[in-house]
Nanobody, 127 residues
Framework: QVQLVESGGGLVQAGGSLRLSCVATGRTLSTYTLGWFRQAPGKEREFVADIYPIGTSTYYTYYADSVKGRSTISRDNAKNTLFLQLNSLKPEDTAVYYC?????????????????WGQGTQVTVSS
């Protein structure tokens, strides 16, 4: 049984940084597309970033416009771990952040494309 467990969330002032982690257990996910989503209170879950394999050892990344230039997604396949570095945080980044995994990749980056989900980690940015 595959489990994804996020960590690294917390309370930070606007302009600060956080590094989120997501550890996968139960299966090696090196061939999977791994992504981050977030959900703010009263809003739908939205795509943040993903990292997907091209061939056997190359990975591409893609970011939502809302975080582009302020965030970096990366993965350590040896540790089966996904990361999201968030910089220049804004109050509107406040949300529960979820990591997710899917087989394959594509231009449609909606939650229904992802089969595996973590439980989420809260990020709160104060103004």
């Amino acid at each position: 049984q595959v489990q994804l467990v996020e960590s690294g969330g917390g309370l930070v002032q606007a302009g600060g940084s956080l590094r989120l982690s997501c550890v996968a257990t139960g299966r090696t996910l090196s061939t999977y597309t791994l992504g981050w989503f977030r959900q703010a209170p009263g809003k739908e879950r939205e795509f943040v970033a993903d990292i997907y394999p091209i061939g056997t050892s190359t990975y591409y990344t893609y970011y939502a416009d809302s975080v582009k230039g302020r965030s970096t997604i990366s993965r350590d396949n040896a540790k089966n771990t996904l990361f999201l570095q968030l910089n220049s945080l804004k109050p509107e980044d406040t949300a529960v952040y979820y990591c997710a995994a899917r087989t394959g990749s594509g231009v449609v980056r909606t939650p229904d494309q992802y089969a595996l989900w973590g439980q989420g980690t809260q990020v709160t940015v104060s103004s």
